[in-house]
């Protein structure tokens, strides 16, 4: 059973950025899905950014620019580099994974990390 751990989040002022982080423990695919999400009070889960096993890279238009999905293989660890961040991206983030390539259904999630953008 794969796990996957958040961390980074935070509170920063608008501008500001912040690194998020994702452990992946207990399992590894050949080839894989990954992907941050966010989900803000009262609003419906959103898709942020994807990458897959072979580094194709994918943004929600709301992100493209400022944030950088990446992943460091060697520590099973995916990554969201925020920059120039808006109070509108205040969410619970979570990451997520899924066997087989981008799109597709996320079957593993983490437990969330919430940023806090402030005006």
């Known amino acids: 059973q794969l796990q996957l751990v958040e961390s980074g989040g935070g509170s920063v002022q608008a501008g500001g950025s912040l690194r998020l982080s994702c452990a992946g423990y207990g399992y590894t695919f050949i080839t894989y899905c990954m992907g941050w999400f966010r989900q803000a009070p009262g609003k419906e889960r959103e898709g942020v950014a994807t990458i897959d096993s072979i580094g194709r890279t994918g943004y929600a238009d709301s992100v493209k620019g400022r944030f950088i999905i990446s992943q460091d293989n060697a520590k099973n660890t995916l990554y969201l580099k925020m920059n120039s961040l808006k109070p509108e991206d205040t969410a619970m983030y979570y990451c997520?994974?899924?066997?087989?390539?981008?799109?597709?259904?996320?079957?593993?999630w983490g437990q969330g990390t919430q940023v806090t953008v402030s005006s």
């Open positions: 997520a994974a899924r066997a087989g390539y981008c799109p597709g259904d996320f079957r593993y």
